[in-house]
């Protein structure tokens, strides 16, 4: 292995520097997230490195002196020389040509080596590595509680007097001893020791370190151990399944049965606010795009959020008490096939409640080109969004026959899972063609997780999405709003009428029209479903609707069906209230009386259906694999670091979904 | 597929090295042989370079000594820590980490099982 060699910067060595910036550099899994969480808080802020899809946490130590101490938290690594994006990236901090979005690339002061006393022989080779680049460093030893139940114990003093620089001991985790953290960092120095700079070299060094600062004391009451009996039963090929089957169906059904509520409230109070600024304000362009764009639009993103942090919470809690290194390994050999690895099975399951959070889920996945095909795919998964469109093609599809609707239902989901597969295939054999990384993962120890982590994860990623909601978002949101209710149009005659009827009622509240009695009420709603059906068939959107409607034909869409397709790019299950308000002018699609109405509904000839069978089964195939979410795509921008991998998701799956939709019109309507 | 021999310690007859250079190693054997609760010591890893840098940075490296806790898909190692030319004998302090390989990573890395 060829190492960089840095110029000896010999004036510096001794030295004390005042320290500024602080990089936090360490093996995976030697609790250095969990210490970053300690000396920052909240005191941090979540980005990207440029150009890449890694995550980058810059925070601010916690504590009362003048001089501020930001500290850049670098991907977990085995080797500074490994050639891996997440070494790149810190090779490229360290040589002070890469920072975190927003920050200026300049070298650090400090280097902040992260290394695990339970595991030190390794992680002293990382130490060494460090040392090389002369820097002022400090090496923090985490998990010295772990290494004291095993009978290990570290010279500290030793260490700093090999290693040439201070060390200090402490318990992330605790919280033991973070406080000396930040003195050691402002008077950290360049280390008066130079590694050797050949692998073979620098391993034994750091033997050499080891055997002379680690001492063994013998442990008594040693039990069995857990740990292999655990093992065997976690990547056991028939209990490793059971066990994650059971673990994430635990997963799912606390995140829907706890996030119902929120969402119920989120839903209540933006509903309220907006009747209320819509009562408030005077009638208006102004009334309707406060009240109708931009606070239902705010609430119609900020209802997935109870999901988001739930699901980010106990991923947090899964992956601390070190049971998804397992997992990962159980799922592997059903997606090593399509190109992926187990780690993509978390953010794909994910993606059945929602593929945004899904989607953010994918930065667990440690090899770019997995990760990006794992982004790319997780739309095809079908969401929550979803499920009312199922529910009502495959209503209408089979009215009478609840088991082939189920059928039909589950084939859904196969149908997605297969797209999203081969999908993932196409993408790994061509645009992200590279060798898949066979898995070779640390088994983390087992431990009782860290909620302190883990609310602090979910700060995190709840932060990300609330700002990606209040901008991409929102304006996606408010431009869709716009399209579906403007322009303003004249009630049509039959409104006026029915409102005219209404005004000149019988004193006891009744109207005597063709022999039948009407209520005032029913009139007045019958007004109102006539306008909201002729405001919708007039505006922007049902305007485009009819315009684009020929790109449809092949599809057997009318220009309703496309109406209702255009709309629910703002989300999915927009499409059953659209189709709804377009044919009978009320948007309650949960009805059994207008979801009737809508499986009778005919087209403008008065005769052929809306949904004919042919028609059916391909607008239930394309809303299968299209991508008819804008918000996704936004995310998906977000994360794959930019906006053309966000326009590939889209083209991509509704390309696919317009050809296999059109192929099953035609063999439905060639089949009768 | 390339043969990478991490072997840099010149062998000696005090301290033998764990597969002899050039030819079949001398009972090196893939991990994916042993069985659980074998302890064995790292010869080889015949693997992509990358993959085996990887795994060398993880701490299997030659002479590593290395405990199998589980074989099949995944196979699970603890790597114990041991000295070059130690051989199975371990004792040093109780530094380990416990990793695991997909079965055609494992079955690329050659260990030698002291003993009769």
């Known amino acids: 292995m060829n190492y960089t060699t840095p110029s000896e910067s010999t004036e510096r060595a001794g030295a004390t520097v005042g320290v500024r910036r602080v990089a936090l550099v360490g093996n995976p899994n030697t609790g250095k997230t969990t210490l970053f969480n300690q000396l920052c808080g909240l005191r941090h802020k979540t980005g990207n490195f440029p150009g890449t899809t890694q995550e980058a946490r810059v925070g601010f130590v916690r504590d009362t002196a003048d001089d501020a101490i930001e500290l850049i938290d670098l991907p977990g690594i085995y080797s500074l020389e490994l050639e891996q994006s997440e070494a790149d990236i810190a090779r490229r901090v360290l040589a002070g040509t890469l920072a975190p979005r927003g920050e200026s690339a300049s070298a650090p002061d400090a280097v902040c080596v992260v290394a695990d006393a339970s595991n030190l022989g390794r992680n002293l080779a990382l130490v060494g590595e460090a040392i090389r680049r002369r820097l002022p460093t400090v090496v923090v030893l985490t998990m010295v509680d772990v290494a004291a139940k095993r009978g290990v114990r570290i010279d500290t003093s030793g260490l700093a007097h090999a290693l040439g620089c201070d060390v200090v001991a402490c318990n992330a985790r605790s919280g033991a001893g973070v406080e000396k953290i930040a003195p050691v960092l402002r008077a950290a120095r360049v280390p008066n020791v130079t590694p050797p700079g050949t692998r073979d070299g620098l391993e034994d060094w750091a033997d050499g370190v080891f055997a002379a600062c680690a001492g063994h004391v013998e442990v008594e009451g040693r039990g069995p151990d857990w740990t292999d009996r655990l093992d065997r039963l976690f990547t056991h090929p028939i209990g490793g399944l059971a066990c994650f089957a059971v673990v994430m169906f635990g997963l799912f059904w606390t995140i829907f049965t706890l996030a119902e509520v929120?969402?119920?409230l989120i839903e209540g109070v933006f509903g309220r606010l907006s009747a209320w600024v819509g009562a408030a304000l005077p009638e208006g362009f102004i009334r309707d795009f406060v009240a109708d764009g931009v606070i239902t639009g705010i609430g119609g993103v900020l209802v997935f959020l109870p999901q988001i942090c739930l699901l980010m919470f106990l991923?947090?809690?899964?992956?601390?008490?070190?049971?998804l290194a397992r997992a990962a390994f159980v799922m592997n050999r059903f997606l090593a096939p399509?190109?992926?690895?187990?780690h993509a099975f978390m953010p794909l399951l994910s993606s059945h409640a929602c593929a945004i959070p899904g989607i953010m889920a994918c930065r667990a996945i440690p090899d770019r080109r997995e990760r990006l095909a794992s982004i790319l795919t997780a739309p095809f998964m079908s969401c929550s969004a979803r499920i009312p469109v199922y529910v009502l093609l495959t209503g209408v599809l089979f009215p009478d026959s609840p088991a082939r609707q189920a059928a039909a239902f589950a084939g859904c989901?196969?149908?997605?899972?297969?797209?999203g597969m081969v999908s993932a295939l196409i993408a790994r054999r061509t645009l992200l063609r590279g060798p898949a990384r066979p898995m070779a993962l640390e088994l983390p120890t087992y431990k009782r997780p860290s909620l302190r982590t883990a609310v602090l994860t979910t700060y995190d990623r709840a932060s990300m999405f609330v700002k990606n909601a209040g901008t991409n978002i929102l304006a996606i949101c408010i431009v869709?709003?716009?399209?579906?209710a403007y322009p303003k149009v004249e009630p049509p005659a039959r409104a006026t009428e029915l409102r005219a009827l209404a005004r000149g009622a019988m004193p006891d509240g009744s109207v005597q029209l063709n022999d039948a009695?009407?209520?005032?009420?029913?009139?007045?709603d019958e007004a109102d479903a006539v306008e909201a059906q002729y405001a919708k068939a007039h505006s922007f959107a049902g305007q485009l609707g009819k315009f684009v409607q020929p790109v449809f034909e092949p599809l057997g869409f009318d220009w309703k069906l496309s109406v209702?397709?255009?709309?629910s790019f703002a989300a999915r299950e927009v499409f059953v209230s659209t189709m709804a308000v377009m044919v009978t002018g009320h948007d309650d699609a949960d009805d059994p009386r207008i979801r009737a109405a809508l499986a009778g509904a005919t087209r403008d000839d008065g005769a052929t259906p809306i949904f004919t069978p042919a028609a059916s089964w391909a607008l239930l195939v394309y809303y299968v694999l299209a991508m008819q979410c804008l918000p996704t795509v936004a995310v998906t921008a977000r994360e794959a670091g930019g906006w053309k991998w966000g326009m590939l998701q889209l083209g991509w799956m509704c390309g696919v979904a317009y050809v296999l939709g059109a192929l099953t019109f035609r063999v439905v309507t060639a089949l009768g | 597929m390339v043969r990478v021999n991490h072997e840099a310690v010149e062998p000696t007859k005090a301290s033998p090295t764990p597969c002899e250079k050039g030819g079949v190693p001398h009972r090196a054997m893939a991990l994916t042989s042993l069985r659980s609760g074998d302890v064995g010591v790292v010869c080889e890893t015949c693997m992509e370079p990358g993959d085996a840098t990887l795994l060398r940075a993880m701490g299997l490296r030659p002479s590593a000594l290395v405990r199998v806790c589980r074989v099949g898909e995944p196979t699970i190692i603890e790597v114990l820590p041991s000295r070059r030319g130690e051989g199975t004998q371990c004792s040093r302090p109780d530094c380990r980490c416990r990793i695991g390989l997909v079965w055609v990573l494992a079955q690329r890395v050659m260990v030698r099982v002291d003993g009769p």
Not at chain 1, 338 to 342: K, V
């Open chain 1, 262 to 264: 929120p969402m119920s």
């Open chain 1, 315 to 323: 991923i947090s809690i899964l992956e601390d008490t070190g049971y």
């Open chain 1, 338 to 342: 399509f190109g992926l690895s187990g």
């Open chain 1, 413 to 419: 989901y196969v149908l997605g899972i297969i797209g």
């Open chain 1, 480 to 484: 869709l709003w716009w399209l579906s």
């Open chain 1, 517 to 524: 009695t009407w209520a005032i009420n029913d009139l007045l």
């Open chain 1, 564 to 567: 209702g397709v255009l709309t």
